[in-house]
């Protein structure tokens, strides 16, 4: 099952799209900038969708607790479920937050360890330069 919510987050509009699968709970939340219409909204689905999936299923799982029973709701329970959805839009589960918390620590690291490989690299590379010209110095004597 795939939700997506989108709520004002300081001054920026942002989405959440939440994938339910097997138990596990997997979020991802994207920065929408202003706020969006619902053609706009769609348009941007339309674009993103693929690559937003992608993101959401490979973020960390988090344990979904579904009290929901045998699936079947009355239609009006369902209905007044929806308006309630619809009502809370600000509201995010705490599973999507922890999702979302576990997708950042992973970004994060990553992120940590590209930067080193790009220190190191640089660092190697400047001893390169620098030894290239001091056998240049000496060849020049």
């Known amino acids: 099952m795939v939700t997506l919510s989108v709520y004002l987050d300081g001054p920026f509009w942002v989405g959440v799209l939440e994938l339910v699968e097997n138990g596990e709970l997997r979020a991802t939340r994207f920065t929408l900038g202003a706020e969006p219409t619902d053609p706009e909204l769609y348009d941007y689905l339309m674009r993103y969708g693929l690559a937003l999936l992608a993101q959401a299923s490979s ?9 929901r029973g045998d699936g079947r709701v009355n239609p009006k329970r369902a209905a007044k479920l929806a308006a309630r959805a619809a009502a809370r839009v600000s509201s ?6 922890e999702a979302m918390r576990l997708e950042l620590e992973s970004r994060k690291q990553e992120a940590s360890g590209d930067r080193r490989a790009r220190r190191e690299e640089a660092a190697r590379h400047r001893r390169e330069v620098a030894r290239r010209k001091r056998i240049e110095r000496r060849r020049d004597r």
Do not use: I
């Open 92 to 97: 995010r589960s705490t599973a999507a937050q």
């Open 59 to 67: 973020a960390p799982p988090v344990r979904a607790s579904e009290a």
